[in-house]
């Protein structure tokens, strides 16, 4: 490969998080229900915990969405003189034994470009941390053993077995935690970088006898990490490659002959929101959100309406988007319901009156939700215009306003972001979190209740 094709596919890798931090998050995880999350679920998770490990706006839209989730976020990362590693560990017990989500975050600093740019393949083999890097030292090589991109590689010995604790790395530790318990298992997740890495370190816990059966690997937008051998050394493995179509860098090298190749199954998603680009983990979430809730949010951690519960919110909640975002509407009005479903006391959620004045709709409003034994009512106005002489960018805003059930004024509160780095959903779940604290307030929830 040329030494252009080398810096396109590790520029790649890079500019879809060239402006953002390098925080990472660790989860404490728990919802209602025990039973394992169906693949569905996990995938939707997934994409948010890799959205979360980022900084600036979209993590922190995505670190309130997981916070309303039950999440406990303690930073995490190990610095070696190769690599800024950042992951996070969720660990969960459920009635079908412990759960363990392993999240790797990815491209957000010069090592991890370094680590990109860094395509040769080396020999990938051993049993132990000291073999594996004995291995990936050999010079004589040939194309029916298990060769790996030499970056990624890298990234994975020094981030979970270099640094050793009481002489035990973290990669032994999370394999002594599943072979000591074979009900344990292990979920493994990443984007770009992150998603290579997850299955290189997915490959290290089958190498040191984990089963492959405890083991479940999702990524996003991850390029190949090895060559046919490889593959078919570790076909086996439970592994989901979710890509984008248009996304540069999930078959940038296979197409360009280095001699890599594709493991796992694989799913495409195609983009229905105004252009990105598409190797952003932010599109990524987007479209599995779409999916996710027009399956009707069935899943475990997804609460749904209690009908046992006497409601003590009446809530209404309309979206007014530009022609060019309209199809949107629908995902942010049952996303931002679903998330204050979440946050608040029950809710019930009903229809603007049609054909009344203003003060008229007030009125009725308010008469509904006493009918109903509602103490509140929230009004939830969305609005989506393109921003002038910006194109494909988009003014998101909530305009909220809280009153008792007998019309008494609480509080109205403006909120607006843009979709410089979002998409319209995922801005206006921005916005909805950014309302939780005056929400909250006007309601009396104070931390402690």
Known sequence: MNKFAVFIFSLSLFLSSISISSTCLAFSYDYDNDDDLDEASLNYLCAWVSLASYGDRVGLAARGELSSLGFDMVPYREETEKVSAKYFLVRKFTNEGMRLLLSVTGTSGMKDLRNDA??????????????????ARKKEMTSKEPLVHRGFNNY???????NAVN?????????????????????????????AVAILFAARLIDMGVPSEQINVVTFGAPAVGNESFCTAYKDMHLTRI?????????????????YAELGEKIVLHPKTPPRFQHEMVLYLDMLMRDYITGGFTSSFIPVDDESSSPEIYLITTVDFDDTIAQDAQYVNLASINVLRRELPPIHVGEL?????????????????????????????????RIKDKKNVYKISLDEMIVTSDGRPLTVNLYTTSTDDMTPIIAAIYDEICAKESREKALGLGKDE
């Open 167 to 195: 002489g035990v790395t973290i990669g032994e530790s999370i394999r002594d935690t599943l072979i000591n318990d074979p009900t344990a298992k292990i979920s493994i997740t990443g984007h770009s970088l992150g998603g």
């Open 118 to 135: 860094s395509i040769a393949k080396v020999p990938f083999g051993g049993t132990t941390p000291r073999e594996f890097e004995r291995a």
């Open 243 to 259: 890509v984008m179509s248009g996304d540069p860098v999930a078959s940038l090298l296979p197409a360009l002959g280095a001699g």
């Open 353 to 385: 009156p049609d054909g009344l004045m203003t003060g008229d709709v007030m009125t009725t409003i308010c008469a509904e939700a006493r009918a109903l034994g509602c103490k509140y009512v929230i009004l939830q106005a969305y609005e989506g215009k």
């Open 156 to 162: 994975t010995q020094e981030a979970f077995f270099t």
